[in-house]
């Protein structure tokens, strides 16, 4: 469970770079890519929010 977070935030940063470098190289129309990054933020605030979040003992 200690990774799950992580790995949310990053499979939503690939879905932001992805959609992105696909389409600069003509390969997904402009509709698709826009869908896949709109999912990808959602994944990105989804896994980073609690991720980094977290305090330490120190803070608290």
Same mark, same amino acid.
């Given at each position: 469970?200690?990774?799950?977070?992580?790995?949310?935030?990053?499979? /939503?940063? %690939? @879905?932001?770079?992805i959609? !992105? $470098?696909?389409?600069?190289?003509?390969?997904?129309?402009?509709?698709?890519?826009?869908?896949?990054m709109?999912? /990808?933020? %959602? @994944?990105?605030?989804?896994? !980073? $929010?609690?991720?980094?979040?977290?305090?330490?003992?120190?803070?608290?």
């Amino acid at each position: 469970m200690k990774y799950i977070y992580p790995i949310i935030g990053a499979a /939503g940063l %690939l @879905l932001l770079l992805i959609p !992105a $470098i696909m389409r600069f190289a003509g390969s997904m129309d402009p509709v698709q890519m826009k869908n896949l990054m709109f999912i /990808g933020t %959602l @994944l990105w605030f989804a896994g !980073a $929010i609690p991720w980094l979040g977290k305090r330490t003992p120190e803070e608290s």
